[in-house]
T-cell receptor, first 118, second 110 residues
């Protein structure tokens, strides 16, 4: 399977704990995106990387959230001091950006990590 | 502010009963409109990209169309396996992120 993978698939944590999620993009894709989705809503953008550079961050991404993409391969999303409002599905997507082709705009999503904060 | 609105929120169809889902958008400059399918507990699955008004894309029982203000996802003779939430998203010239609507939850009954 050469799709986007995410780990873990499910995470239950207590309020105040730190959690870290991992995303492995499609191997030839240089762009990686993080989104958050709550029940009955569409995904909301959090941040994205081109290679190892973090190019955009949403206002939704508070100081408790940090994302990295060392060496431009996999990415991690860390949430510090979790709150109940952080409970959501965290989705990772990837895309490529070859010049001159529209197909570079298509983002392919992983299965998501379901976070429950108790 | 860039915005995407989908309607209806939920749609129940009998197997074989064709219908359309609507996605209206207000954006500063459209660089692409995307349709995704999402099954419960899973990530969105890419279906179509549309770039300019008048463009159409087809895949099996699905056909997506685009105007300057909205997109339609037409479902012809749906089957129970087409039951899912269908998400619409736009990409603008200002950013690489996708802006999603809240989706249409489709249920097809045999």
């Amino acid at each position: 399977d050469t799709g986007v993978s995410q780990d873990p698939r499910h995470k239950i944590t207590k309020r105040g704990q730190n959690v870290t999620f991992r995303c492995d993009p499609i191997s030839e894709h240089n762009r990686l995106y993080w989104y958050r989705q709550t029940l009955g809503q569409g995904p909301e953008f959090l941040t994205y990387f081109q290679n190892e550079a973090q190019l955009e961050k949403s206002r939704l991404l508070s100081d408790r959230f940090s994302a990295e993409r060392p060496k431009g391969s996999f990415s991690t999303l860390e949430i510090q001091r979790t709150e109940q409002g952080d409970s959501a599905m965290y989705l990772c997507a990837s895309s490529s950006s070859p010049r001159g082709t529209r197909s570079s705009y298509e983002q392919y999503f992983g299965p998501g990590t379901r976070l429950t904060v108790t | 502010e860039d915005q995407v609105t989908q309607s209806p929120e939920a749609l129940r169809l009998q197997e074989g009963e064709s219908s359309s889902l609507n996605c209206s958008y207000t954006v500063s400059g459209l660089r692409g409109l995307f349709w995704y399918r999402q099954d419960p507990g899973k990530g969105p699955e890419f279906l179509f990209t549309l770039y300019s008004a008048g463009e159409e894309k087809e895949k099996e029982r699905l056909k997506a169309t685009l105007t300057k203000k909205e997109s339609f996802l037409h479902i012809t003779a749906p089957k129970p396996e087409d039951s899912a939430t269908y998400l619409c998203a736009v990409r603008t010239y200002n950013t690489d992120k996708l802006i999603f609507g809240t989706g249409t939850r489709l249920q097809v009954f045999p």
